[in-house]
């Protein structure tokens, strides 16, 4: 079994991802054009785009850049979304929604969702994103 894949392989696997709302997905966010806020490979980051675009091969998707660096001393939404003992996640994350980027499609790792959040969580998120930018 060749575990290497051609730059064909992986432009193949790559355009077969079907990133869907409300899915978190490990994202490769290096190297980055800036150097505000560091980047990590395989972060996890929640699909916050529309279906509508998700699903008609639109070539970058909208997501919440997700943290495993958490904080419980106190309440932070709507800054940052808990993700406690979420089914997929091998930790608890915090979702930055002050960090909301447009990624290439080709940055993200593996051929599967690591998590898919619960339509509560989904509630949440677009709670902190509504208050964040004022609506």
């Known amino acids: 079994m060749n575990l290497l894949l051609s730059p064909l392989q992986m432009a193949l696997q790559m355009a077969s ?9 490990e994202v490769d966010f290096e190297p980055q054009a800036h150097k505000e806020e560091p980047g990590k490979r395989n972060r996890p980051a929640l699909v916050i785009q529309t279906d509508l675009l998700n699903k008609a091969g639109h ?9 495993t660096q958490v904080r419980r001393d106190q309440d932070y939404f709507p800054l940052r979304v ?3 003992n979420q089914p997929g996640l091998p930790q608890e994350t ?9 990624v290439s499609n080709q940055r993200f790792m593996g ?9 509560n969580h989904v509630k949440r998120v677009e709670e902190a994103l509504r208050l964040l930018v004022g609506r």
């Open 94 to 102: 915090d979702l930055l929604i002050d960090q909301i980027r447009a």
């Open 17 to 25: 991802i079907k990133a869907l709302r409300g899915q978190i997905w």
């Open 82 to 84: 808990a993700l406690v």
């Open 59 to 67: 070539p970058t998707t909208i997501v919440v850049v997700g943290t």
């Open 111 to 119: 051929t599967h969702p690591l998590a898919i959040l619960s339509v």
